[in-house]
Structure formats: C-alpha cells, structure tokens
DNA sequence: TAGCAGAGTGTCACAGGAGG
DNA sequence: CCTCCTGTGACACTCTGCTA
C-alpha cells in the first residue's frame, strides 16, 4: 500500500476508534493533513473503501475500518508497545494457574487480558466442532419458569431461564431431566434435534428446543464468548457516559446473549 | 410530518508539473 | 509543444438530526 493510503488508514482507525464516529475527508484534512485538499482524501478514501480496507454506513457518511482494515492495521501500522517483563510473568502465571477445561481457559484469558489492559475484555474459544450434550439439569423457579443447566463435551456450562406454557412442579422437572440425561447424555446435536422432532408438544419438547438451540449456538461459536470484569474497568472511565462505546459493547453482548453477564457485573459496581 | 441546516460525498473541469 | 498524471475547488446531491 502507498505510503499517503497508509496515514490515511492509520488516522481513519485512530480517529474511530478514539470517537466512534465515522471519519469525513474534512475532519481529516483539519487534523492530519493540512497540506492536501479534503478532495484528495475523499479519493484516496474512495480508494480504499474500493480495496475494503474501509466502508461507508451511508452516502453520505464518513468512514470506518473493516475488519479487512483493522487486520493490516494492526498488522502494519500499529506502533507496538514492548510489554514490561512484569506484566509478561503476570500474564504466565496466570496462565498457569488456569483451569484445563475450554470454559475455564477462556475465562481465564478474558479477565487476565482485562487485568493487563484495565479496559474491557473478551475471549473466545475457537469454533465449536460437533457439539454433544454430557448432562442436563432443569430446575423449577417459577411456576412456568425454569432455570436449564446444560453442559457441553469440554465442560462447557450452559444456564438459560426458560418459560414454559404450563406450570411444571420440581418432582416432574426432576423426573424429566432423569430420562433426558438417560436418553440423550454423550448425544450429538442432530441425535438431540432428532428426538426434539419426534416429541410431543410439551414441557419436554419445549426443554429439548432449548438444548437443540444451545447446541446450535455451539457449533456456530458465538456461545463461546466471554467477556469477564473488564466490563467494569470501561465504567470507569471519566468519557464512558459521553461515550457511545457502552452502545457498541452492548450490541455486541446482545447479539452474543451474555448481557447477562454484564449486568451481573454492573449491579456488583454501582446503582 | 415537513422543512431546514449541516455534514459529507462523488463528479467534473481546470491548473500545474513531469516526461517525451 | 503535447500528453499524461495528480491535486484542487466548486457544485449538486444524499442523509441525518433538529425544530416548528
């Protein structure tokens, strides 16, 4: 890439990343390169947008980085920082100390990362192969509401609260989880949606759509995002209630079901 | 909900420099 | 002198957010 497309790029990721906001050829002139007219750099954007380094909200919008542009930016243009041998026997003992099962590790990686960074982190595993169920629990809370406890193969530990159309008491709970954990323990997802199909309409069936779901969600990896207390560090950030970060962070947790996770760790900080 | 202002874009004609 | 390339300014257009 040519040099001037370089700085561009780098301003473009440095100016989004710092407002969020996308990045005009006027802001840029004014702020990086004051001996170009805003015209040349809308056609060097335009250039790049084409390239897929950037892209465009709307037609009349400024821009944002890729993922295609992030990816060379950290690769190429990312003035790197050498990280202080403290931190890097923190970030090994910790390491160290994680669990040996997937959930664990992840964990681990997120809040020692969030640790180091003080900001907020999330890890995830690498995509889910064939998901297979190990054990199901299911708990009544409410009358039509239960809590599914579901672990994976690597000790993947799934709750989810479930409605369900009729009242279920804890001994038919309890007598419904002993016969799915006989029937389906150590089963392949499409062994369990295969027994979803051939249930009958009912609390059984309704907690099967769950497990089939979950298990879905598995295999396509976006289940195993974690994101650990760093959630709290972005909180403290003097900017964060000006910020339209907490809006991002929020759409991604949304999107990856651990909002969950975020609340139960707000509520722990503040009001 | 319509109108308006502001921000930003794409396009085009033009100017200036480099090379043949 | 001509051609090509690069950069610039101007203008029309789109979209968003605000206000009456």
Redesign the pocket.
Known sequence: MESRKQAILRAVVHEFTTSAVPV????LQSRYFV??????I??E??EL?EAGYLA?P??????IPTDHGYRYFVDFLMDLEAVPESVRTYIRDELVKAPSDVQGLVEKVAMTAAAVTQNAAVASAPQGSQARMKHVDVVSLEPTEVLLILLLDGNLLRQQVLHVSQPATQVALTRLTAMLNQSLAGRLSEEVRRHYQNSELGLEKEVVGSIVVALDQYEKGAENLVVHDGVRNLVRQPEFAESSRLQQVLEVLEETRYLTVLLRELIGESD
């Open positions: 005009g050829s006027q802001a001996n170009l007219s805003s015209a040349t809308r056609s954007l335009a947008a465009q709307h037609t009349s919008a400024g821009r």
